[in-house]
């Protein structure tokens, strides 16, 4: 360690930072971050929950220290100093923003340990590495049975490691798959490579937190702004598991498909406790090659279809929903056709599975100068249904020249909601309130109906 990490500091830093710091720098310096006794998959958070323990110090008072970013990036040398700032911001910063592409920037925090759900993502990690590797050896054809959760049996991870899987730092629990061979050909299908979907959930890059960003309960993480893991609730699992081999045929016969991309389902269980179920899923906005600036998640009903937020609260980052939509969008006559077709293909599907409450997710980027040029010269390569779509998007009620060139993304999302007994109630109560037409619970076959004439609407063929 620098023997001048400290002259000016050591009067302002009490000992608990230069512990900290030594412990950082330590392992910074070392070849292998295998040496704190984890897996280099948990190195950074390892690294922290090593410093915090050695130095007696919690997180609240490392923050509250003078200068703790100073004193980790005096212990370094300069080639790891970018290490170290990417540690800190990481993994202390409680308003972390996960800008990569406009994507989700706030709020999101960093799942390391003392996290509430540390060990479940742990285990989640564990999992997923055990499942891709036990079944990337696996080359045939999918079987009847590959659809049956029930031919799934539970494996248990001890601690101190077993035959089959290796030890770990977390508490004993129990893993289950459904379907693990179906969800390898589908991630395959959709051009996800194994080693890429296993180091983005498993490796170095901490997941992010966003629940908040949601209102359905749900535990949501994000795992390299690429892929979006969520907790499921019993009946979403018995709904997916039910329509797998529908939704199988329909996104290998439309490559074109809006439908939310499912990656993985799976089941975590501790001792004595209960189970969580997990679903991985492709992020719509993850092949976004700029900042998205608006985002809307549309139903075409009207009823509480608008957001909750103040205008001086809305930014970027704010999700807008049906009676928050100010625009339509002119496309191109093949690309609105295209749109046409799958729409109602993909519609077609959800209401013959008696699915509704599903949604169109839509991210909007404005294009300047530069993206418009970059756009342009890469168009052929880039644009897919949905993804990186160049528009003009025009106001309702416009004035003159009020038109602007976007760059679209967009999917279907919310698929697993049937019309059970719960939704059916929903509909009766609330129609003795508001119009029947207006709210969101209604029968797949209006939802159905609706959807396709809100988006006939709003995507118009450009003359």
């Given amino acids: 360690m620098k023997n001048e990490i400290g ?45 915090i323990r050695s130095s007696n110090a919690s997180v609240a008072d ?15 040398d300069l080639r790891s ?25 706030k709020p999101s925090y960093a799942v390391f340990r003392g996290h509430k759900n540390y060990d479940l993502m742990l ?10 590797g036990k079944h990337s050896w696996i080359f045939r054809e999918l079987r009847l049975q590959d659809f049956d959760p029930k031919t799934n049996f539970w494996t248990r991870f001890p601690p101190e490691g077993s035959r089959f899987t290796p030890p770990h730092q977390s508490v004993d629990f129990r893993w289950k798959d459904y379907c693990p061979v179906v969800f390898k050909h589908l991630r395959q299908l959709f051009g996800i490579d194994p080693a890429d979907y296993m180091l983005a959930i498993c490796g170095n890059d901490t997941l992010r937190d966003i629940s908040s960003l949601g209102k359905s309960g749900s535990l949501i993480c994000l795992a390299q702004n690429r892929f979006i893991i969520k907790t499921l609730k019993k009946s979403q699992v018995k709904v997916l598991v039910r329509m797998l081999p529908s939704y199988y045929q329909h996104v290998c016969r439309y490559e074109n498909s809006l439908l939310t991309k499912f990656l993985g389902v799976h089941c975590v269980k501790h001792s004595g406790g209960q189970k969580t179920r997990f679903i991985v899923m492709a992020n719509v906005f993850c092949s976004s090659e700029y900042p998205i600036h608006q985002r809307y998640d549309l139903k075409g009903s009207s009823y509480g279809r608008t957001t909750d937020k103040p205008l001086e609260e809305i930014d970027e980052t704010t999700t807008l929903k049906d ?36 949604s169109f997710l839509i991210g909007l980027h404005f294009r300047d100068d530069s993206s418009r040029i970059e756009h342009d010269m890469n168009r052929e390569h880039l644009v897919q249904l949905g993804t990186n779509m160049p528009a003009i998007a025009e106001r309702v009620c416009k004035d003159d020249g009020d038109v602007s060139d976007v760059i679209l993304y967009f999917g279907i999302i919310n698929i697993l909601q049937d019309y059970d007994i719960s939704k059916k109630l929903e509909h009766a109560y609330k129609s003795l309130q508001v119009d029947p037409s207006s709210i969101s619970a209604v029968d797949p076959k209006l939802y159905s109906k609706r959807f396709k004439d809100f988006m006939g609407k709003i995507f118009v063929e450009q003359k």
């Fill in 7 to 51: 002259s000016e500091n050591v009067g302002t830093m009490d000992m608990t930072i230069l512990s900290f710091v030594e412990v950082v720098d330590s392992a910074i310096r070392s070849e292998s971050a295998s040496e704190l006794g984890e897996s280099p998959a948990y190195s950074f958070s390892s690294l922290i929950d090593s410093a």
């Fill in 62 to 76: 490392f923050i509250a220290s003078p200068s703790p970013f100073h004193a980790i990036a005096s212990a370094v």
């Fill in 81 to 105: 100093r970018s290490d170290a700032e990417r540690l800190f911001t990481n993994s202390f910063s409680l308003d972390n923003k996960i800008d990569c592409q406009g994507n989700v920037k």
């Fill in 123 to 132: 285990n989640l990690q564990l999992g997923i590495r055990y499942t891709v």
């Fill in 323 to 358: 009676l928050d939509l100010y625009l339509f969008f002119r496309l191109e006559k093949s690309w609105f056709q295209e749109l046409k077709r799958q729409l109602d293909r993909d519609c077609e599907f959800l209401e013959a599975e008696r699915i509704m409450d599903y």
